[in-house]
C-alpha cells in the first residue's frame, strides 16, 4: 500500500492559485488518484479524482476552477487551484483508492489551504 504527501498548500487572496502535489511512496499505477478538502467538523468532500486511464471527474466544489492531473512515471498526483475564494480554506488531502485492483485506499495527512483578503 502506498504512501502519500501532499505539499503546496499556502495562503493566498481571493482569485489567487496554488498547485498542490501528492508524492506516493510506492506505484500509483493501480491507484484511482483523488483529492479531498476538509474543514472541522466536516466530512472529507470530493475536489476530484483520475483514474488509472486519465479520465477525471470533479466535485461540485470545483465549479470549473480546479484541475487534477497525475504523472505514473513519477507517482505523483497534482492539483492546480484557480480562482479561489474564502469559502476554498480547507484541508486539501489527497487519496489513493486501489479497491478495483485488489489493493487497499491511503490518505495523505493534507496541505492547508488559506484564502483571505
Known sequence: QV???ESGGGSVQPGGSLALS????????EYVMGWYRQVPGNEPELVAHITTEGFTNYGSVSKGRFAI??????NMAFLQLNYLQPDDTAVYLCKADGRYSGNGIAWGQGTQV???A
Open 3 to 5: 504512501q502519500l504527501v
Open 22 to 29: 501528492c508524492v506516493a511512496y510506492g506505484s500509483i499505477a
Open 69 to 74: 492531473s497525475r504523472d505514473n512515471a513519477k
Open 114 to 116: 488559506t484564502v483571505s
